[in-house]
């Protein structure tokens, strides 16, 4: 028998007949069977030989290997070599410029790597990973700055700014050294004007030395003076934090929206250090196409600009068609803008979308886009091989009427063209 009370009734307790247990079928234990369930134990996973390696002793495996996929291959390798320093170990080694265009440490990673291509298969690996940001690449130009210029005077044997000599260079007055160029930065002044921060000290009564940091992209100028009326020229020498090498390929996760401007500086550094996209083995192409729809969609001039503009080497300056309203006194007239900058003339895109019709119809009508946007979208197409959108020159003649400016230079752009009607 069973007592069971009834809720919110007073009164005495009502006795039922209790019901028989139903038989348990099959594999389900009976009532004076033993439960046959297996106990949930978490077992801990023997560590293999390579995990129960010192921390130090793994870092010098992953670097003699240079394989990424090694801390991919257990949670205990990833946690050890996830350290800052591990990092940017790893970018200096990888990334970092000689003197020329080569990379710094190129005999130790083709003896690892074997070919050069393989170098670039590395750092296109390198690039797409989670932690591998614009911030990660700022905390790292700092340690780039203090380790090339206590490594180049010790080699040199030049002494510091303070008088003391080589051998007696420390990395803590080299380090403190760079704090006072970043507190210099906070000015700004300097940098707005030039793109570096310089120093020039005496290293005897006749020779100085100059010494230029971009703390913005990572580049370390030394610059030897000889003598006034000496007929050797100034030396300079040249070390840079991001250089890729021609098959290096930027990520796709800086070719798409949303357009922030953390993406478009972190784009530009890659393109200015000679990254490409692939437009052939990969689908990179079609993404950056989709980023060009979202740049336009957020009225984004950089990106836009970054995405369309072709590269601009070093060795030669470039010349585009630019179509302005102001250099445009008739429909047939055109000009011709060079632009070459002294401190780094690959200033251009490597990214090369071509803009289509549709996007300059898009950004016009759909998006309302600035002037700035339609100059780049006309300079990175010409538009020669395009029909006449109707859709378009209605609207512009429509909107010369209401004194839109951008109409105007649309409809002059389009008659020169041959695209007007």
């Not at 009834?6 to 139903?22: A, D, F, M, N, W």
């Not at 010192?54 to 390798?77: D, W």
């Not at 050294?177 to 793109?195: H, K, N, S, T």
């Amino acid at each position: 028998m069973t007592l069971i009370k009834v809720r919110g009734k007073k009164g005495p307790k009502i006795r039922l007949e209790s019901q028989p247990p139903e038989p348990v079928s099959g594999s389900r234990a009976t009532a004076g069977e033993p439960s046959r369930k297996k106990s949930r134990r978490h077992t801990a996973r023997m560590l293999s030989s390579l995990e129960r390696l010192p921390t130090e002793l793994l870092e010098k495996v992953f670097f003699h290997c240079l394989n990424i996929n090694l801390p991919r291959a257990s949670p205990v390798l990833a946690s050890a070599l996830s350290s800052f320093h591990v990092k940017s170990q790893l970018i200096f080694k990888a990334f970092s410029s000689d003197q020329g265009h080569g990379l710094q440490n190129s005999e130790e990673l083709i003896d690892i790597l074997r070919t050069k291509r393989e170098v670039a298969k590395l750092q296109s690996s390198i690039l797409p990973l989670r932690w591998m940001t614009l911030g990660f690449l700022r905390q790292c130009i700092p340690v780039f700055f203090e380790r090339t210029l206590l490594r180049q005077f010790k080699s040199f044997k030049w002494q510091w700014i303070d008088g003391s000599p080589a051998a007696n260079l420390s990395h803590t007055r080299v380090a403190k050294f760079v704090q006072e160029a970043y507190r210099r930065a906070r000015d700004g002044a300097e940098i707005e004007q030039l793109g570096y921060l310089s120093w020039m000290y005496s290293v005897s009564d006749e020779q100085t030395i100059t010494i230029k940091l971009a703390l913005v992209n990572g580049v370390v100028w030394l610059e030897e003076n000889d003598p006034v009326g000496s007929p050797h020229p100034s030396k300079e020498k040249r070390w840079k934090l991001l250089n890729c090498l021609d098959e290096c390929r930027v990520p796709e996760k800086l070719l798409h929206g949303p357009w922030t401007d953390e993406k478009c500086e972190f784009l530009t550094l890659l393109t200015r250090g000679r990254a490409t996209v692939d437009w052939i083995d990969s689908t990179s192409g079609e993404v950056a196409e989709v980023g060009l729809w979202n740049a336009l969609k957020e009225r984004n001039e950089r990106a836009v600009r970054l995405l369309i503009e072709d590269d601009l080497r070093e060795d030669y300056p470039h010349e585009w068609l630019i179509y302005h309203p102001d250099w445009m006194a008739s429909s047939s007239t055109c000009a011709i803008a060079r632009r070459y900058n002294v401190m780094d003339r690959n200033q251009r895109s490597a990214v090369a979308v071509t803009p289509k019709m549709e996007h300059l119809r898009s950004a016009a009508i759909e998006h309302d886009c600035p002037l700035e946007i339609l100059e780049i979208l006309v300079n990175g197409n010409g538009f020669r091989k395009e029909r006449n959108d109707p859709v378009l020159s209605s609207w512009a003649w429509r909107k010369k009427a209401e004194g839109d400016h951008r109409a105007e230079w649309l409809l002059k752009v389009l008659g020169y063209l041959g695209l007007a009607s």
